[in-house]
C-alpha cells in the first residue's frame, strides 16, 4: 500500500481518506514525528499507512492547515526551461544537458501559505516535484526511480526581474525570495499513481487556467535529471527536484502576479496548492 505524507503543525502525518494520522501515534512511537526522519524511512510508511485502516483518526483532513511535506531538505534543484514549449516562448535554444539550478531551501513553504511579492515582476511556474527517499551518487537511470520517495506539486515562483538582473541571469537569486517555493499538499508515493510519468499539470490564476500540460512533454524526464544530478551531486533523502514547467508563464504576455492573486498548481493524483498573493 501506498502512503500519503503530510505535516501539521510541523509534525509528520499520513492521510487515510478524509482523515489524518499522527505518524508518531500511529507508529507506536517508533517515529519521532519529524517529517524529514519520516522521508528518511519512507520504506517503513508503506506498512504503518496501511495499518491506520480501522484506527480512531487524529484529524481531519483541511489543507489549510498543512505546512510543506518536506520542510527542510538539504537541496531544492530545479530545472530551467524542461519543456520545448517553454523554451520557445522564452525564445531560448533547446537545452543540450539540463540547466540545473537551486532553489534556496529557505524559500519552501506549504501548500496554502501566502506568496509575499517584493516587486512587480512575480511570476508562476508550475511544476512536477520529485522528492529523494533512497540516496545515493551515479544512480543509473534505470534504477532512478527506485530513489524516488515520492511526488507533489510545487510552484517555482520567480521574479523576473530579479532573475535577470544580472548577465548571465542568477536564477537562483531570482527564484528563492521568501515563500517562493510552495509545495504540497501531499507527498504521495509513486505506488499510488498509474504512470508516474504521465501526469497533467496545470496552473491557474484567479481560475482562468495559464498553463495546461503533461509531463510526458518533459524535455529530460525524471530518471534523467536523477541521474545527471547525482553524477555531480550525492543526493540525499528529502532531495527535492523541481523538474521543470510548462509553457504559458506570465512573463511572455506581460501579466504579472498582483497582490489578492490566487494561483492554483494541479497536477493530476497530487493534488492542488491553493496559494494567495500579499
Ligand atoms: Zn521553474
Known amino acids: ?9 510541523g509534525r509528520a502525518v499520513l492521510i ?5 494520522h499522527d505518524l508518531a501515534a500511529a507508529s507506536g512511537g517508533s517515529f519521532s514525528g519529524d517529517p524529514m526522519e ?7 510508511l508503506h506498512d504503518i499507512a496501511a495499518s491506520t485502516d480501522g484506527r480512531d483518526a ?3 483532513v483541511d489543507e489549510t492547515t498543512f505546512g510543506a511535506p518536506v520542510p527542510a531538505p538539504r537541496n531544492v534543484f530545479a530545472i530551467g526551461l524542461n519543456y520545448a514549449d517553454h523554451a520557445g516562448e522564452a525564445d531560448m535554444d533547446l537545452p543540450e544537458n539540463p540547466l540545473v539550478f537551486t532553489k534556496w531551501t529557505s524559500c519552501i513553504v ?14 508562476y511556474e508550475a511544476e512536477l ?7 545515493g551518487r551515479d544512480i543509473p537511470r534505470a534504477d532512478a526511480w527506485n530513489h524516488i520517495g515520492g511526488l507533489m506539486c510545487g510552484q517555482d515562483i520567480s521574479d523576473r526581474r530579479l532573475q535577470f538582473a544580472a548577465k548571465p541571469p542568477h536564477f537562483d537569486l531570482g527564484k528563492s525570495r521568501d515563500t517562493y517555493g510552495p509545495t504540497g499538499p501531499v507527498l504521495v508515493s509513486t ?3 498509474d504512470d508516474p510519468a504521465d501526469l497533467d499539470i496545470v496552473c491557474r490564476v484567479n481560475g482562468e487556467t495559464r498553463q495546461s500540460s503533461n509531463t510526458t512533454h518533459l524535455i529530460f524526464d525524471v530518471p534523467t ?3 545527471y544530478i547525482s553524477s555531480a551531486i550525492t543526493l540525499a533523502p528529502g532531495d527535492m527536484i523541481f523538474t521543470g514547467t510548462p509553457e504559458g508563464v506570465g512573463a511572455m504576455q506581460g501579466m504579472f502576479l498582483a497582490p489578492g492573486d490566487v494561483v492554483e498548481t494541479e497536477i493530476a493524483g497530487l493534488g492542488v496548492l491553493r496559494n494567495t498573493c500579499v
Not at 496554502?112 to 515582476?121: F, K, W, Y
Not at 516535484?129 to 540516496?135: L, S, Y
Open 1 to 9: 500500500m501506498g502512503f500519503r505524507l503530510a505535516t501539521v503543525d
Open 16 to 20: 487515510n481518506g478524509a482523515t489524518w
Open 38 to 44: 519520516a522521508i528518511d524511512r519512507h520504506a517503513e
Open 58 to 60: 487524529d484529524g481531519v
Open 110 to 123: 506549504g501548500p496554502t501559505d501566502d506568496i509575499e511579492l517584493r516587486s512587480g515582476a512575480a511570476d
Open 129 to 135: 516535484v520529485v522528492v529523494i527517499g533512497d540516496g
Open 191 to 193: 505506488d499510488l499513481i
Open 225 to 227: 535529471l536523477v541521474e
